[in-house]
């Protein structure tokens, strides 16, 4: 396979998450629209951890037109179904009610189902129900002929130079104060119910975000698939003496969590990038892995940016190809626990101050480096890459793409954390709510007005009708007493080769 076609064999795919927010800019607390079908099975549409949060998932795609047009339709879909809710357009939530009040994800009276909504209860018990309820992009990337040995590479390299696309694409700046109510959060006042950091580019990626401290415990190693596997397997096997505290039942027999591991299952584990297999029906992702390697990476770190109708545009995709092949085209030495501490710091620095003038980071060759020298010598490396691109593909898509995003750098208002706090002083007084909730509604109105023929409704509708018949289907299927389905689907046997 020559260069060409090996570029223009990548294929990716597009996660997108959304709270349903009610027109006042409150947290919906309806259950997920039957209209939409069932969010067990539909191959589009589901929630994250709440009911609220709609997930909305493109199929593979080749051209990044086609994944956006798909990302595009699915929305369409969505909006024609949520009568008077709105999709709230950014990645800090809107306004949340008390945290018990938060509604997690229901998926039927499964086993399956059942352990969803179990392993979400635990998510609320462990962090907090406010934490689940950020929202962000996905971004799953694959291209031919990589081995588990190549994935792992890149893994270790974006890890290490990831903070560049906070910089670059961070759009949560400020939140609402209901998200940190009853919480230390060293944020700054802005109006009154807005905080947020002058310089911030990504609060959900800092320390506010998807953190815990007891996952900062898990010694993870990107450096080969047996560590990676060997480390996040004793996460998964270890009792956590808190999580033991709160018991897998209380006593009257009602579920708490899966279990009182340190992580429930593999994806309790936040990390900003993730080596991902396709599993089959039951199958433990670890299992997948182990068995049959890396197939694609998710890159997790990406903010919906509230400017874009589906929360993330072409530039930033064609972006992200380009600085994942540098990630995957360089040499990438094997990782040290001080420089994996040290990649951490750097994520949260750029997040809480990314856009401060003559920010340092740490360089994991040793030293301290500027932002600005570091992300530019990043972008030149990445120049190449969007230029092999466009001579596969034809036509100058992506180094139009890497020009304009890479003017962020000389000029940081250009930038989408920097547009949003902008937007917000001059015309919504410095209101987080405010701000969002328009753009919400301005994003409601354009996507309903775009033409969504009647053949395209009809598959939606087929779509749902067979999703709920699915539902139902495995619903009738159930044989295994639950508490004996719980112990076999978090068995540490079931995650070996």
């Known amino acids: 396979?020559?260069?060409?076609?090996?570029?223009?064999?990548?294929?990716?795919?597009?996660?997108?998450?959304?709270?349903?927010?009610?027109?006042?800019?409150?947290?919906?607390?309806?259950?997920?629209?039957?209209?939409?079908?069932?969010?067990?099975?539909?191959p589009h549409i589901t929630t994250d951890y709440s009911e609220s949060q709609l997930e909305l998932i493109t199929g593979v795609h080749a051209g990044?037109?086609?994944?956006?047009?798909?990302?595009?339709?699915?929305?369409?879909?969505?909006?024609?179904?949520?009568?008077?809710?709105?999709?709230?357009?950014?990645?800090?939530?809107?306004?949340?009610?008390?945290?018990?009040?938060?509604?997690?994800?229901?998926?039927?009276?499964?086993?399956?189902?059942r352990a969803k909504s179990v392993y979400r209860m635990g998510l609320g018990q462990r962090y907090g129900r406010r934490m689940q309820t950020i929202s962000g992009i996905h971004y799953n990337w694959s291209l031919p002929g990589v081995s588990t040995e190549g994935y792992?590479?890149?893994?270790r390299n974006f890890r290490r130079e990831g903070w560049l696309l906070l910089y670059l694409f961070g759009a949560s700046p400020a939140l609402c104060d209901s998200f940190v109510h009853d919480r230390e959060h060293g944020l700054q006042r802005?109006?009154?119910?807005?905080?947020?950091?002058?310089?911030?580019?990504?609060?959900?990626?800092?320390?506010?975000?998807?953190?815990?401290?007891?996952?900062?415990?898990?010694?993870?190693?990107?450096?080969?698939?047996?560590?990676?596997?060997?480390?996040?397997q004793e996460a998964l096997s270890r009792p956590y003496p808190a999580y033991e505290a709160i018991g897998v039942q209380t006593p009257g027999g009602d579920y708490n969590q899966l279990s009182t591991s340190l992580l429930q299952i593999e994806n309790e584990f936040y990390s900003t990038i993730r080596a991902k297999r396709v599993i089959r029906s039951g199958e433990r992702p670890l299992h997948a892995l182990r068995e049959r390697g890396v197939e694609y990476i998710?890159?997790?770190?990406?903010?919906?940016?509230?400017?874009?109708?589906v929360g993330i545009g072409a530039d930033a995709i064609r972006v992200l190809d380009a600085f994942l092949l540098h990630?995957?085209?360089?040499?990438?030495?094997?990782?040290?626990?001080?420089?994996?501490?040290?990649?951490?710091?750097?994520?949260?620095?750029?997040?809480?101050?990314?856009?401060?003038?003559?920010?340092?980071?740490?360089?994991?060759?040793?030293?301290?480096?500027?932002?600005?020298?570091?992300?530019g010598e990043?972008?030149?490396?990445?120049?190449?890459?969007?230029?092999?691109?466009?001579?596969?593909?034809?036509?100058?898509?992506?180094?139009?793409?890497?020009?304009?995003?890479?003017?962020?750098?000389?000029?940081?208002?250009?930038?989408?954390?920097?547009?949003?706090?902008?937007?917000?002083?001059?015309?919504f007084d410095d209101s987080y709510v405010g701000f969002t909730r328009?753009?919400?509604?301005?994003?409601?109105?354009?996507?309903?007005?775009?033409?969504?023929?009647?053949?395209?409704?009809?598959r939606f509708e087929k779509m749902a009708a067979e999703s709920l018949a699915e539902q139902a289907r495995i619903e009738a299927a159930d044989t295994m007493d639950f508490e004996e389905f719980r112990r076999f689907y978090v068995a540490p046997a079931r995650m070996a080769v």
């Not at 809710?85 to 997690?104: A, Y």
């Not at 998710?298 to 109708?309: I, Y």
């Not at 994520?347 to 990314?354: I, P």
């Open 1 to 42: 396979m020559n260069d060409k076609e090996t570029l223009l064999g990548i294929r990716r795919g597009i996660e997108k998450e959304s709270l349903r927010a009610l027109p006042g800019g409150g947290l919906a607390l309806t259950p997920h629209p039957v209209a939409l079908g069932a969010a067990l099975t539909h």
């Open 64 to 113: 990044v037109d086609d994944c956006l047009l798909e990302l595009t339709e699915v929305h369409q879909a969505v909006y024609r179904a949520l009568a008077d809710e709105r999709l709230w357009v950014g990645s800090m939530p809107c306004g949340l009610p008390t945290d018990e009040t938060i509604p997690i994800g229901r998926y039927g009276s499964s086993n399956v189902g």
């Open 152 to 155: 792992f590479g890149a893994i």
């Open 190 to 232: 802005l109006s009154n119910h807005t905080l947020y950091l002058p310089h911030a580019t990504s609060l959900r990626m800092g320390r506010l975000g998807y953190q815990s401290d007891a996952q900062s415990s898990i010694a993870v190693t990107y450096n080969c698939l047996e560590s990676y596997a060997a480390s996040l």
């Open 298 to 309: 998710e890159v997790r770190l990406m903010d919906l940016d509230p400017f874009e109708p």
């Open 327 to 375: 990630c995957l085209k360089s040499d990438s030495p094997d990782d040290t626990p001080d420089e994996i501490a040290a990649n951490s710091r750097n994520q949260h620095r750029v997040a809480a101050r990314g856009r401060e003038p003559g920010l340092m980071l740490e360089h994991w060759r040793g030293g301290e480096r500027s932002l600005a020298d570091w992300a």
């Open 378 to 427: 990043i972008l030149a490396a990445c120049a190449v890459h969007a230029a092999a691109l466009d001579a596969a593909h034809g036509g100058d898509a992506y180094r139009a793409a890497l020009r304009r995003v890479g003017q962020r750098l000389q000029q940081p208002e250009l930038c989408p954390s920097a547009r949003v706090l902008t937007v917000m002083a001059q015309d």
């Open 438 to 458: 328009r753009q919400s509604d301005a994003t409601r109105a354009a996507l309903l007005a775009l033409p969504f023929p009647d053949e395209l409704q009809r």
